[in-house]
């Protein structure tokens, strides 16, 4: 019989090497890593959603497909919501979701959110389910880009067709209109017109499967523009088209439609009358609601107001009542309801604006569900009252950032909705989360040493909240002026939509704010001062107004050369690194007296510099996330700099760790051990033992997801890993001994115990309230790690001792005498009500390493 103990002084050993071992070239099995999980904390708020369908035949089943968190399944009309897609899609941007008549369940899901905002996720591909979404296979249209629609033949499940709008940010020849007629084994791209011009919509004629019409777009996002239409002169050019035979053919429809510019569009028709469409269209003259009768053939403008046509790139909503022609649903900042035929529409309410999409049961009309930026909601009264979208953890968070209380807070701004402050762990008091200062684009962060004062910022408006002062909210402008339909030369202080803060890791009032200048407070926001000249790059041709050739949309999402990125060094004030949008690197070593352009020489102009880290351990170390993505180039970039910036090393090269084509979007060191780095990518999560120079996934349970920022919390004794997600809110990996303790590769199969961090005694794990599982909390009490090495026999033992050495529990992979009980020993147990959080009765003695 062998028995597993090890003496402390024999894992402070083990730690203490780990100094020396940062550049050892050395990557891990992943059964180091097998009992380590990503914690989902909330905010339980749901988020942007892009595409909802149901099932005419089960009327309470709806689907919907976020922008950042997967496709999700609800069968009680959007009173709780399951994930359907964690763990079996490489990407969480949605496009499209649809159910096949025939089959319900057969279930196609195209990724790439078609609504392409600045901050859109690349799709990779289709996805189709045989089982009602429990188990899905890829069925390739890798490249397509982001796919708008996918409609299937209502008697032929096999026969699909897809509409991809293309890659949102250059000219793909794969746009157009791909067609499967095997259940998607082999795809032929039936409409194909030139690079530019993707399908932005696509619908089959009720009765008619083979009759199809698709409309061809040109959109395209820049850092600093968002293009939306040509000219009627290319050739071939933007419109509506029709093919009567299942797309081997096809015709431009033209009579009475705009003969100008020509931006997106989407047509609807009601099953009740085939043969009439409708058409929301941007176009330069003439955008609006358009109407046929004759699937086609003509058409007539019905309503030409400008409330349906606003921000068309990004809303273009559309939906038609299938049992009444009449009523017709149009979606932009508001949701509007016509019963005549669209010659006027009402506002109707919804839980949240800015609308996406609409699908109605053709059995019945009562029963619905629609889509906008906060979420899904379902309605089974035809729109009157609504689901709730507090059920649905979908949210995008800008970034996160911690303060030092425990349990400690989570602090970031959700995408189209409030900041908020979430805890680590449940208060007991029911508070899920509480909204903070700022606005949805935050930054939002706790004042250093006081986390009752909370700073945020708003596109240039930088606000302080006192908690403890009944909400009080002072603002002041840093610029004092507006960045909404402005052009950036008549602006003084350039600043972007999500424009970057940090505060002083020295002064706890020291607050810094960027523009194409970094702005300075010592007195917590009441005054600013120019701390330096502008740091931006500033090249020709992209300092204008964004939103061409039609729409206008100057909101400040593409204000190009700004400042991204800001940090101070944790170990040397006033040593402040500054990165903008159009690719430089500043650092100031004096406070700001004086500055160097640093940007790492050979890096491509223009790429937005996402996030920067400063060194734990040596001041002139720094860190470097290059987001290059918005120019179509979809390299990682990492890199490195041990001398202030004088020289770099590029930490991707695409073969050590990270593929080729994963944009990186955040990096940062773990305080504890030298040469830990974890990386965040448009995909997921890497981890990288040796500085850099070799990377593995690290993806554990997270879902496939952007991670948008990270931080090293450090908190009693304690470090976790705390992570920002564009579409599944935050994420906490607790507990990071397993990993900084972890030894040199060579030496890692070999069993060991690990030092335990130390315990702090919290009330065990509570119920989220929200109708789904929610978050799940760490158990109350200590967390122990150890590896088994693979040869491993007999069973495994762990004894714990008190501080005179005598043992006060043992805990076996046999079961020991009296040992089996959960409840609190000698004490009364079921009879009193009183239970300790449980603990294994058994020790798991696979191979591998346990928690």
């Given at each position: 019989m062998s028995a597993f103990h090890q003496p402390r002084r024999t894992v402070l050993a083990i730690f203490a090497t780990l100094a020396f071992s940062a550049h050892a070239q050395q990557t891990y099995s992943p059964a180091?890593?097998?009992?380590?999980?990503?914690?989902?904390?909330?905010?339980?708020?749901?988020?942007?959603?892009?595409?909802?369908?149901?099932?005419?035949?089960?009327?309470?089943?709806?689907?919907?497909?976020?922008?950042?968190?997967?496709?999700?399944?609800?069968?009680?009309?959007?009173?709780s919501w399951n994930n359907l897609t964690d763990g079996q899609f490489s990407v969480g941007s949605m496009g499209a979701v649809e159910v096949s008549q025939s089959d319900p369940n057969v279930i196609y899901a195209g990724t790439g959110s078609s609504k392409i905002r600045s901050n859109v996720s690349i799709g990779r591909g289709i996805y189709k389910s045989s089982d009602a979404g429990k188990t899905w296979q890829f069925l390739g249209l890798r490249d397509v880009g982001q796919i708008a629609t996918i409609r299937v033949n209502?008697?032929?499940?096999?026969?699909?067709?897809?509409?991809?709008?293309?890659?949102?940010?250059?000219?793909?020849?794969?746009?157009?209109?791909?067609r499967s007629q095997d259940g998607g084994k082999t795809w032929k791209q039936v409409l194909s017109l030139s690079p530019d011009l993707g399908a932005a919509d696509l619908e089959l004629q009720p009765g008619h499967p083979n009759v199809v019409f698709a409309c061809m777009w040109h959109g395209l996002r820049h850092p600093w523009t968002i293009i939306s239409g040509s000219p009627a002169s290319d050739t071939p050019s933007a419109g509506i088209y029709k093919s009567t035979d299942s797309g081997a053919h096809w015709t431009k429809l033209a009579n009475g439609l705009p003969t100008g510019e020509?931006?997106?569009?989407?047509?609807?028709?009601?099953?009740?009358?085939?043969?009439?469409?409708?058409?929301?269209?941007?176009?330069?003259?003439?955008?609006?609601?358009?109407?046929?009768?004759?699937?086609?053939?003509?058409?007539?403008?019905?309503?030409?107001e400008g409330k349906l046509t606003t921000r068309p790139f990004y809303y273009d909503t559309l939906g038609v009542d299938p049992n009444h022609p009449d009523t017709v649903f149009v979606g932009d900042e508001n949701w509007m309801k016509s019963t005549d035929a669209g010659q006027t529409f009402r506002n109707q309410r919804t839980p949240h604006g800015d609308?996406?999409?609409?699908?109605?049961?053709?059995?019945?009309?009562?029963?619905?569900?629609?889509?906008?930026?906060?979420?899904?909601?379902?309605?089974?009264?035809?729109?009157?009252?609504?689901?709730?979208?507090?059920?649905?953890?979908?949210?995008?968070?800008?970034?996160?950032?911690?303060?030092?209380?425990?349990?400690?807070r989570l602090y970031g701004a959700q995408q189209d909705n409030t900041t908020v402050i979430v805890p680590s762990l449940p208060l007991g008091n029911g508070q899920e989360f509480r909204e903070g200062p700022g606005c949805e684009t935050g930054p939002i962060i706790p004042k250093l040493n006081d986390p009752t004062v909370v700073w945020g910022g708003c596109k240039g408006q930088f606000t302080r909240l006192n908690l403890t002062?009944?909400?009080?909210?002072?603002?002041?402008?840093?610029?004092?002026?507006?960045?909404?339909?402005?052009?950036?030369?008549?602006?003084?202080?350039?600043?972007?939509?999500?424009?970057?803060?940090?505060?002083?890791?020295?002064?706890?009032?020291?607050?810094?704010?960027?523009?194409?200048?970094?702005?300075?407070?010592?007195?917590?926001?009441?005054?600013?001062?120019?701390?330096?000249?502008?740091?931006?790059?500033?090249?020709?041709?992209?300092q204008y107004g964004s939103g061409e050739p039609i729409t206008r949309d100057a909101t400040g999402?593409?204000?190009?050369?700004?400042?991204?990125?800001?940090?101070?060094s944790p170990l040397k004030q006033g040593v402040i690194w500054t990165g903008s949008n159009d690719g430089l690197v500043y650092v100031t070593q004096d406070n700001g007296q004086h500055w160097s352009n640093?940007?790492?020489?050979?890096?491509?102009?223009?790429?937005?510099?996402?996030n920067i880290e400063p060194g734990h351990f040596q001041p002139g170390t720094a860190y470097l996330a290059i987001y290059r993505y918005l120019l179509g180039d979809f390299a990682p970039y990492l890199y490195r700099t041990d001398d202030f910036g004088h020289s770099w090393t590029c930490l991707t090269d695409g073969h050590n760790g990270i593929a080729p084509d994963e944009p990186t979007r955040v990096l940062r060191e773990d305080p504890a051990r030298p040469g830990l780095l974890y990386a965040g990518t448009e995909f997921g999560m890497y981890v990288s033992f040796n500085r850099g120079e070799q990377w593995q996934k690290f993806q554990l349970n997270l879902p496939a997801v952007p991670v948008t920022d990270m931080k090293v919390a450090a908190h009693s004794g304690q470090t976790d890993l705390v992570l920002s997600t564009q579409g599944r809110g935050f994420w906490i990996l607790d507990d990071l001994s397993a990993l900084e303790q972890l030894p040199p590769a060579a030496e890692a199969d070999s069993t060991r115990l690990y030092k335990p961090s130390p315990a702090i005694r919290i009330p065990a794990n509570g119920d989220h309230g929200s109708g789904n599982e929610g978050p799940q909390y760490p158990l109350a009490g200590a967390n122990i790690h150890y590896f088994l090495a693979a040869n491993q026999a007999g069973p495994v033992t762990l004894n714990i001792l008190d501080s005179s050495g005598k043992v006060v529990r043992s805990l076996s992979s046999v079961a020991l005498p009296g040992r089996a009980r959960t409840t609190e020993e000698g004490g009364g147990g079921d009879e009193e009500g009183r239970f300790r959080p449980q603990y294994p009765a058994t020790l798991d003695a696979t191979p591998g390493m346990h928690r």
């Open positions: 180091q890593f097998t009992n380590l999980h990503y914690r989902e904390v909330g905010p339980y708020r749901g988020g942007r959603v892009t595409t909802v369908t149901g099932v005419p035949s089960q009327p309470l089943t709806f689907y919907m497909g976020t922008v950042g968190g997967g496709v999700w399944k609800s069968t009680d009309a959007g009173h209502p008697t032929d499940a096999n026969d699909v067709f897809v509409a991809a709008q293309g890659n949102p940010f250059i000219a793909n020849k794969e746009r157009g209109v791909w020509f931006g997106r569009a989407n047509v609807a028709l009601s099953n009740a009358a085939p043969d009439r469409l409708y058409a929301l269209i941007e176009a330069k003259p003439g955008a609006g609601l358009y109407r046929s009768d004759d699937a086609g053939s003509s058409w007539t403008l019905v309503n030409g609308n996406h999409d609409v699908w109605i049961n053709p059995k019945n009309s009562q029963f619905m569900i629609q889509a906008n930026d906060g979420g899904a909601n379902v309605s089974l009264d035809g729109g009157v009252t609504w689901s709730t979208q507090a059920n649905q953890p979908t949210a995008e968070i800008y970034q996160v950032a911690v303060d030092d209380q425990f349990p400690y002062t009944n909400n009080n909210e002072q603002r002041f402008w840093v610029g004092s002026e507006s960045l909404y339909g402005n052009e950036p030369p008549a602006l003084e202080y350039r600043f972007q939509r999500v424009s970057p803060m940090e505060i002083s890791p020295f002064e706890p009032n020291t607050v810094y704010y960027g523009s194409q200048f970094l702005s300075r407070s010592k007195d917590g926001g009441l005054h600013w001062e120019k701390l330096s000249p502008d740091l931006t790059a500033k090249p020709a041709r992209t999402e593409e204000m190009y050369s700004t400042l991204y990125a800001i940090r101070e640093v940007t790492p020489p050979g890096l491509k102009p223009g790429g937005r510099i996402q």
